[in-house]
């Protein structure tokens, strides 16, 4: 089972999944940005140092959020992906959309 640790400072949220961001896992993950977005903390950071997996589901959930964060004046921005995550962004060309940064520090000076 996947877990978030969310955290928030200076306005940025900061969510960590833990485990697998798959099709089981992606509609909880929407629904923490949704909540983080609608509690006025529309700058987010999505460290993915724990996420081991992501499939097509965590891609659009990861997408979709990014929307999300956009249409509610913010960014979202990816932060210490894995080997397996930024294989699959670069075979999506998502790695030009979701800009992951090496760490959750790079991440914020870019939102």
Do not use: E, W, Y
């Not at 955290?7 to 909540?35: C, E, H, T, W, Y």
């Not at 589901?57 to 956009?70: E, M, T």
């Not at 030009?96 to 760490?103: A, D, E, F, G, M």
């Amino acid at each position: 089972m996947t877990s978030f640790d969310i955290d928030r400072a200076d306005g940025i949220g900061v969510i960590r999944p833990q485990g697998r961001l798959n099709m089981v896992s992606a509609p909880q993950f929407a629904k923490a940005v949704q909540d983080l977005v609608a509690d006025g903390c529309a700058r987010l950071i999505v460290d993915l140092s724990a996420t081991g997996f992501v499939d097509s589901s965590g891609l659009g959930a990861l997408v979709a959020s990014l929307k999300v964060a956009r249409q509610a004046g913010g960014d979202l921005r990816l932060a210490a992906t894995t080997p397996q995550i930024d294989t699959v962004l670069q075979l999506t060309n998502l790695d030009k959309v979701l800009q992951p940064s090496p760490t959750v520090d790079a991440a914020r000076a870019l939102l």
